[in-house]
């Protein structure tokens, strides 16, 4: 099994709806919680990073962490086409060092419909 | 525009052979990230190095092996190529050491295709 699970989609919406995106995870000592995004032929670039459980909101984004459940989910609210990309999470555990290596989903590709 | 460069952009080459992949990282950034991604495997951690020195390490194969040099470009090398090593292969920097409290910045990748 997978340390983090992401559903690899695709997912097609129209213009406008809210985008649900979601991973789970098996590793309790994940504590940071991160959503890429990558265009197609470009490399991914950090969306939003969020700590232990709660929401985090950025605009149009908003990130969500359930240690509970190990879920994390990300929305995208009134999706654009230029939002069409591959979204990928990613988890952080914590260590004195600084160097705790950073564990991806394998991505959910994403289409917003005009 | 990340400011992370990678040399070459596509690779084609054949199995048993040897590559080098560059990368220079942002100006300032000290660490260098180097990941795999695949189809199936999505995007793995291979190393990081830190002004010059290994800081982690993660699914990184025995062929394949990394250096950072004094003007903190970076260099990956993969020998003895196999088929199942033809993927993108990003480097990714920030400014210190940090994981996940710095932002990493991403480089275009470099598209590898093993023969």
């Known amino acids: 099994q997978k340390e983090v699970e992401q559903d690899p989609g695709p997912l097609s919406v129209p213009e406008g709806a809210i985008v649900s995106l979601n991973c789970t995870y098996s590793n309790s000592a994940f504590q940071y919680f991160m959503w890429y995004r990558q265009y197609s032929r470009k490399g991914p670039e950090l969306l939003m990073y969020?700590?232990?459980?709660g929401n985090k909101e950025d605009g149009r984004f908003t990130a969500q962490v359930d240690k509970s459940s190990k879920y994390i989910s990300l929305f995208i609210r009134d999706s654009q086409p230029s939002d069409s990309a591959t979204y990928l999470c990613a988890m952080s555990g914590i260590s004195n060092f600084g160097n705790e290596k950073l564990t991806f989903g394998t991505g959910t590709r994403l289409t917003i419909i005009p | 525009d990340s400011g992370v460069t990678q040399t070459p952009k596509h690779l084609i080459t054949a199995t048993g052979q040897r590559v080098t992949l560059r990368c220079s990282p942002r100006?300032?950034?000290?660490?260098v990230y180097w990941y795999q991604q695949s189809l199936d495997q999505g995007l793995q951690f291979l190393i990081q190095?830190?002004?010059?020195?290994?800081?982690a390490k993660g699914n990184i194969l025995e062929r394949f092996s990394a250096q950072q040099f004094p003007d903190l470009h970076s260099e990956l090398n993969l020998s003895s190529l196999e088929l199942g090593d033809s993927a993108l292969y990003f480097c990714a920097s920030s400014v210190r050491g940090g994981g996940f409290q710095e932002t990493q910045y991403f480089g275009p990748g470099t598209r590898l295709l093993v023969l």
């Open positions: 100006s300032g950034d000290l660490s």
């Open positions: 969020t700590y232990s459980s």
């Open positions: 190095y830190y002004n010059g020195e290994e800081r």
